[in-house]
């Protein structure tokens, strides 16, 4: 029946039958599952349904409001510019795991109770590893194994808060959460892992840049967004938030700066504008919540095309490591220029999509005199600009010439980047159109004013300008063949140390017990085969009664440890 079952679920089942099709079909098949998800969506009626019974749990497994509509919409679009972004991939692994990823992820959007979010969330978890595992090389082993425990962690976490919070309230409503209780706040710390808070937040860069050409594209979309819609369902307004997120909008800065893998500077950009989206969140306003999901939203769309234009380097030359790139926009010059708007998008430059997103924030901050909170998204922005706007572009097609030549990226990958660069424009040129479609009436918000346009283009122009001088007195951090030290070294190194150390004493104590063990068992045998003395206690006679009140009292014993 119509409006009984979530989207989700077009995309997943449909991604099943993938393997029993001919080579020839299954790309094609798969541009095909989102865009019938996408028309069913539109067929359906806000409000709750799809209403079953598990062990006397009530589920929703659909509703539909502004909230979760928006997200369903930029979810199956990001599936569907993955899929034509994949469109040469002839990996079955990839074919069949991102439409299971994007299914769940859109499943967990549309959930209206807790059990089945937890569903979705672990399918989202298991679905995704497999993009990682997927290029085969024991460094995506090693990043796939370390993602799937802290998501399976996550899961975890999110199970055993949901049981505590439905023994406590006797709900399992997936709605406004807040922290009263451990339950909630359990759900929340599943929640903050998933969406990279900090000091939980090195799985995104450890696993992300080791994953697929195409596989990076489809985990840049969905799993954090998921978070943050989670969030934003069940702790809009929490004021912990606000401090979370300006953590997450500055430190990733010094990081991505320093990085020379190109994917994982834009893991760690990834890392920070989450941060602008966890502060809307917290803050709790109308302005604000619309300023975050919008940013969600722009963010698929811009962090999708750099990764795209990172991917197809990647697919092309085999690198990204800004060390050994440079002057490729000789040679891939479509590619250069799709990656020039989404760094225009990303750093909030005027007619880009980031300019009438994130100024909803920073607005929303000022707005509720979060005045420390909006000096950092100021300076937050101004970072970005360095490390995403500049230095991806810069050092991957202009910085030297590498000496690198190749053939521009196959057509499908550079149609994808078109339909994502159009949309970057489309949505910072026209914001109105796209406002139409936020949760709450956007009202007073007005992004093109004078002193908005006037004071981010002398952001911008001033971030420019200490790039530039940075550059030429020699003080920025050159590209190096390194590996940076990030909070994932205390379980990595130090952590893994721990636990040789711990395995050793372990070891070392049970040969000791082995050895005690075994000098007990040859004195035992020694005794027992010594004949008795005539007075010895084994010589010795007893009676019958005495022989059965000890057998009745063994019995007694034996039932009783029975019965406990």
């Not at 283009?457 to 420019?464: H, I």
Request: with cysteine.
């Amino acid at each position: 029946m119509i409006g009984e079952f979530t989207p989700g679920l077009i995309l997943i089942l449909g991604a099943l039958v993938i393997p029993l099709l001919p080579r020839s079909v299954r790309a094609p098949y798969t541009l095909a599952l989102p865009v019938v998800a996408f028309v069913y969506l539109l067929g359906l009626p806000h409000g709750e349904a799809g209403q079953w019974q598990l062990f006397d749990l009530p589920l929703v497994t659909l509703r539909v409001d502004r909230l979760s509509l928006l997200f369903g919409y930029i979810f199956l679009l990001a599936a569907l510019l993955g899929a034509i972004y994949a469109l040469h991939e002839r990996d079955v692994v990839q074919q069949v795991a991102a439409p299971i990823y994007a299914g769940s992820a859109i499943g967990a959007i549309f959930a209206g109770d807790l059990v089945t979010l937890f569903i979705f969330w672990e399918m989202l978890a298991i679905s995704s590893v497999f993009l990682v595992w997927a290029r085969r090389t024991e460094r995506a082993f090693g990043a796939g194994m370390r993602y799937l425990v802290v998501q399976i962690a996550s899961g975890v976490l999110l199970l055993a808060g949901l049981l505590m919070h439905y023994h406590q309230t006797g709900s399992l409503a997936f709605t406004t959460l807040g922290l009263s209780s451990t339950g909630t706040l359990l759900i929340f710390v599943a929640f903050g892992i998933k969406c990279a808070f900090p000091l939980l937040h090195n799985w995104l860069q450890d696993a992300y840049p080791e994953a697929t050409v195409t596989g990076t594209v489809y985990l840049s979309s969905f799993t954090t967004k998921v978070a943050v819609y989670a969030l934003a369902r069940g702790y809009a307004g929490t004021e912990v938030l606000v401090p979370i997120g300006a953590a997450m909008t500055a430190f990733p800065i010094f990081y991505a700066v320093i990085e020379n893998d190109l994917r994982r500077v834009l893991a760690y950009s990834l890392n920070n504008q989450l941060g602008f989206m966890v502060v809307g969140i917290g803050i709790g306003t109308d302005l604000a919540l619309n300023g975050a999901v919008a940013h969600a939203f722009a963010d698929i769309l811009f962090k999708g095309l750099l990764f795209m234009s990172m991917g197809a380097v990647l697919f092309r030359t085999g690198t990204v490591k800004g060390s050994e790139l440079g002057g490729l926009y000789k040679s891939m010059p479509w590619t250069t220029g799709f990656c020039i708007v989404g760094a225009a998008s990303i750093s909030a430059f005027p007619l880009f999509s980031g300019f009438v997103t994130k100024s909803m924030v920073i607005a929303a901050a000022m707005e509720k005199d979060y005045f420390w909170t909006w000096l950092v998204l100021l300076f937050a922005s101004a970072g970005v600009f360095h490390h995403a706007g500049i230095k991806i572009p810069y050092f991957a097609f202009f910085a030297h010439d590498s000496g690198k030549r190749c053939a521009e990226a196959p057509w499908n990958m550079l149609l994808a980047m078109a339909i994502t660069a159009g949309l970057c424009i489309g949505i910072g040129s026209f914001p109105w159109l796209f406002y139409r479609l936020l949760p709450y009436p956007v009202e007073h918000f007005v992004p093109y004013s004078l002193d908005h346009v006037v004071g981010q283009t002398q952001l911008l122009f001033l971030s420019a300008l200490a790039f530039t001088v940075l550059m030429r007195t020699g003080i920025y951090p050159p590209e190096l063949r390194s590996t940076n030290l990030d909070f994932d070294w205390f379980y990595r190194r130090a952590g893994y140390r721990v636990a040789q150390g711990l395995y050793a004493i372990s070891a070392s104590a049970r040969a000791r017990l082995m050895t005690a063990a075994g000098t007990g068992v040859q004195w035992l045998a020694v005794g027992l085969h010594r004949p008795p003395a005539p007075d010895g206690v084994l010589a010795r006679s007893r009676l019958t009664g005495s022989m059965a009140f000890w057998a009745a009292v063994m019995l007694a014993a034996f039932l009783i440890l029975s019965y406990l």
